[in-house]
Nanobody, 123 residues
Framework: QVQLVESGGGLVQAGGSLRLSCAVSGGTFSMYVMGWFRQAPGKERELVAGINWNGGGTSYADSVKGRSTISRDNAKNTVYLQMNSLKPEDTVIYYC????????????????WGQGTQVTVSS
C-alpha cells in the first residue's frame, strides 16, 4: 500500500518561505512522476508543480513560477516544494500526489494522494 505523508505547512507572513515535504512509502518512488497540487474552497484542484522520475523535468503553474522549486530525493523517497515570496493568495491546502504514468497536470492521472498540509500566509 502506497502512502504519502506531507509535512512543512504552517503559518507564515507574506514574503516568507516554507518548504513542504512529502515522504512516500510502500511503492517504487523512483518510478513515479510526482506533483504538488492545491485546492482552494469552491475551486478545482490544480497542479502547482510537477517533477518527473529523475528530477530532470519540472513544471510549474504560472501563479508560482519563479517563486517555487520542486525537487526530489529518490534515496529518501521524498519530494519537496520550496515556496518563497509567499502571498496571502497562496493560503490553501497543498497535496502531494504520485503518478505511475507519464507527466500530467490532471489530478485524475495521479494514483496516490497524501492527506494535505495547510499553508496560511498572513498579510
Amino acid at each position: 500500500q502506497v502512502q504519502l505523508v506531507e509535512s512543512g505547512g504552517g503559518l507564515v507572513q507574506a514574503g516568507g518561505s516554507l518548504r513542504l515535504s512529502c515522504a512516500v512509502s510502500g511503492g517504487t518512488f523512483s518510478m513515479y512522476v510526482m506533483g504538488w497540487f492545491r485546492q482552494a474552497p469552491g475551486k478545482e484542484r490544480e497542479l502547482v508543480a510537477g517533477i518527473n522520475w529523475n528530477g530532470g523535468g519540472t513544471s510549474y503553474a504560472d501563479s508560482v513560477k519563479g517563486r517555487s522549486t520542486i525537487s526530489r530525493d529518490n534515496a529518501k523517497n521524498t519530494v519537496y516544494l520550496q515556496m518563497n515570496s509567499l502571498k496571502p493568495e497562496d493560503t490553501v491546502i497543498y497535496y502531494c500526489a504520485a503518478n505511475r504514468g507519464t507527466t500530467s497536470s490532471a489530478p485524475r492521472d495521479y494514483d496516490y494522494w497524501g492527506q494535505g498540509t495547510q499553508v496560511t500566509v498572513s498579510s
